[in-house]
């Protein structure tokens, strides 16, 4: 099993910049991905970006491209989601995912952070 624990959400101005980390613990040697994706109010959950797990493979979403960058740090137990010139409409809550064998389908998930973003 995997665990994930999101934090860093909050609010912020248009405009303005936030990172979002998330924890890795258990087996985290048997991750294929990882990735965050986001579901603000009265929508879908939708896939923002992800990484090929201890690689360096990422894809984005085409409205976060140029925007916000996914990355690992050096021992491989963090996820980082930077995003820069944040807009009203990425306000959601974020949740970091893994997979074990998959860009496309996700094993596990984290309890997300609300993210805000003021006009």
Known sequence: QVQLVESGGGLVQAGGSLK??????GRADTLYTTAWFRQAPGKEREFVAT?????????????VKGRFTISGDDAWNTVYLQMDSLKPEDTAV??????????????YWGQGTQVTVSS
Request: proline share 0%.
């Open 20 to 25: 979002l980390s998330c924890t890795v613990s």
């Open 51 to 63: 990484m090929r797990w201890r690689g360096s493979a990422t894809y984005y979403e085409d409205s």
């Open 94 to 107: 974020y949740y970091c995912a893994g997979s074990k064998g998959s860009y496309y389908r996700y094993d």
